[in-house]
């Protein structure tokens, strides 16, 4: 395994480009809506737009952050995969020295624009998640599958994040939308390590899709996990953070989830994988987004 930067290349795009490339601003935006809707169904009891703002720069920047620093450390993994060879690391574009100090500078901004215009405890949450994304799921990947699991737990803490803003605590209807999208995650990632399989063995990834190249027990997780959200999904409603709208919509999307997640296990296709996918991208803002409808309409 390389132990040095490869040589950079003359032939490079723009540095703006390549910035931009490491924060993966789009990756990050998802996560931005859930601490959104998270942060509206929490219903803070005044709205203040200095707050507000705040709370969506510092976010952006910490999970922008996280997804620099995971670049550096998976840049020789990443130059093993025909979709990632083309980051600016692998491709010899950017040091990892000046890739780290990028991926610092954005984190410790945005926690610290947490700190000062939102509250400590936002802050906290922000942190916990970058900790665990950076410094226990990346090093995992390689050494077991369990890291797929270990990795939904970052994956969720944005929830942890709008509500600690929007009330400055985590009481049980926090954590309650933080089982949801622990759940959500991991048909979502599945559906992933299927579809690009012979990129992450290339790599030397341990998931499912490679440590199994059947798809028993990629099929046996992911119809599990979805049969397990669907009762986790209707606990807003049983907690009293949501009403009927809620549950039966949580109903309808978990149902059709779930449908996709059979469909995977079933025909054990990259279609399949394909349609659990896009399902999971569309089921996570529509549930939340019902949530907040339904709080705010109550």
């Known amino acids: 395994m390389p132990v040095s930067d490869p040589p950079i290349d003359a032939a490079r795009p723009p540095l703006s480009a390549d910035l931009v490339a490491l924060a993966r601003p789009r990756l990050a935006v998802l996560g931005l809506i859930m601490v959104v809707l998270s942060y509206a169904a929490a219903r803070p009891p005044a709205f203040h737009a200095g707050a507000f703002t705040a709370l969506v720069a510092g976010a952006m920047l910490s999970l922008c952050g996280a997804s620099a620093l995971n670049q550096v450390m998976e840049r020789d993994a990443d130059a093993q995969m ?138 046996r997780h992911v119809v599990n996990y979805g049969l397990a959200l669907l009762p986790a999904s209707m606990l807003p409603s049983i907690v009293g953070l949501a009403g009927h709208v809620y549950f039966f919509g949580a109903v309808v999307l978990g149902v059709a989830y779930l449908a996709c997640g059979v469909a995977l296990a079933r025909e054990r296709t990259g279609i399949a994988a394909r349609r659990l996918l896009k399902a999971s991208v569309y089921y996570l803002p529509l549930l939340f987004a019902l949530l907040a409808l339904d709080q705010w309409i109550d």
Do not use: C
């Open 82 to 219: 025909k979709r990632t060879m083309g980051r600016p690391l692998p491709a010899g574009r950017m040091t990892r020295r000046a890739a780290a100090a990028y991926g610092l500078a954005l984190t410790l901004g945005g926690l610290a624009i947490l700190v000062v215009g939102v509250n400590r405890l936002t802050a906290l949450s922000a942190a916990l998640g970058w900790l665990v994304y950076v410094l226990v799921y990346t090093p995992l990947k390689p050494v077991t599958t369990l890291a797929t699991v270990v990795g939904a737990v970052p994956g969720a803490v944005p929830v942890l994040m709008g509500w600690a803003a929007a009330r400055d605590s985590l009481d049980l209807h926090a954590w309650t939308l933080f089982t949801i999208l622990f759940l959500w995650q991991l048909p979502h990632f599945l559906a992933i390590a299927w579809m690009y399989r012979a990129d992450y063995a290339r790599a030397g990834f341990k998931v499912l899709s490679t440590e199994d190249p059947s798809g028993d027990a990629v099929s």
